[in-house]
């Protein structure tokens, strides 16, 4: 065991966990804007604009985050249009890739998740709504939004969890976040278990930090949902 090389190499890890909670809130903010207009899309009368939804929520929920994300970052490389666009100053960094993948990806998780919770809002209170007059801006901001996300909130904090998890791969296209940096370490310095064990131990750090603050969350706003027995 050498467990001074990790001593030695703190710093790096606290700039790898800065970039990991950079790269999770940033994706998770996004897809969340992101996936609220979807949901009710997801949900539609029109055909067209279901179905649409559908098939993006399906191709990005169907295939492999790191499949997307070598198509992203490796794969528009590949096509002059894209070479010679304004897009490409951007398109050619890995951190703007990153949040691209992570963000097209946890948007079709998190808008299945609140379409979800949406069909799950009770009809009668819907009807109320209606019957009391409000405009369907007003019932969407009043009533469905906020029913929505309070039935969705046990899934999304498991979607917020995989986010959390995801972002290692961003090691693959050369950031350094947690798992980059241990990945570094141990090419620097041939040592295999420690940096993995440390990197290992920040990410359980950090989730059981998430998953506390969202239990309050849930607790304070979709308590009233729990099924008690005895």
């Known amino acids: 065991m050498n467990w001074d090389v990790i001593v030695e190499n703190l710093g790096l890890y606290a700039e790898g966990a800065k970039l990991t909670l950079l790269l999770a809130a940033a994706s998770l903010a996004l897809s969340f804007v992101l996936?609220?207009?979807?949901?009710?899309?997801r949900n539609s009368a029109s055909p067209l604009l279901r179905y649409?939804?559908?098939a993006?929520?399906?191709v990005f929920r169907g295939t492999p985050l790191l499949v997307q994300l070598f198509l992203i970052y490796f794969g528009l490389a590949q096509f002059e249009l894209v070479r010679s666009s304004l897009l490409w100053p951007w398109l050619s960094s890995p951190l703007v890739c990153v949040l691209l993948a992570f963000v097209l990806n946890s948007t079709a998780?998190?808008?299945?998740i609140f379409a979800g919770g949406l069909r799950h809002i009770p009809a009668g209170e819907i009807e109320a709504a209606r019957a009391y007059g409000m405009s369907p801006w007003t019932r969407g901001r009043r009533i469905l939004v906020p029913a929505m996300l309070t039935r969705s909130?046990?899934?999304y904090g498991n979607e917020m969890i995989m986010m959390l998890h995801a972002t290692s791969l961003a090691s693959t296209v050369t950031?350094?976040?947690i798992t980059g940096v241990a990945r570094?370490?141990?090419?620097?310095y041939y040592v295999q278990f420690e940096p993995y064990v440390t990197a290992a131990a920040i990410y359980l750090a950090m989730t059981f930090a998430l998953v506390t603050g969202f239990q309050l969350v849930q607790r304070r706003f979709a308590g009233y949902l729990e099924n008690r027995i005895g």
């Open 153 to 155: 909130l046990p899934l």
């Open 56 to 58: 993006y929520t399906l």
């Open 175 to 177: 950031l350094l976040e």
């Open 35 to 41: 996936a609220l207009p979807l949901a009710f899309a």
């Open 109 to 112: 998780y998190s808008t299945e």
């Open 52 to 54: 649409t939804v559908l």
């Open 184 to 188: 570094m370490i141990t090419l620097n």
